[in-house]
């Protein structure tokens, strides 16, 4: 299941202009995908967005596990 979500948001990212796809057809088949020039333009945000969940990670963390008890 985890594949097929993986392939489709490729394909998604793909469709969107924001990766490229290159098929290398040896034995066993070979994929690798890399940013395009409008998909670099969001490594800045991406910076951004993860510093953001480095600093709240904990309390995210906090946050599922009394989550997850009071669904008990």
Do not use: C
Request: glycine share 4%.
């Amino acid at each position: 299941m985890a594949d097929a979500r993986l392939t489709l948001t490729l394909r998604n990212l793909e469709r969107d202009g924001l990766v490229k796809r290159h098929y290398y057809p040896e034995v066993p088949p070979r994929v690798e995908y890399e940013l395009t020039p409008i998909g670099k333009t969001m490594l800045p945000a991406l910076v951004g967005f993860t510093s953001w969940i480095r600093e709240n990670w904990q309390a995210i963390e906090r946050s599922r596990e009394q989550f997850d008890a009071a669904e008990r």
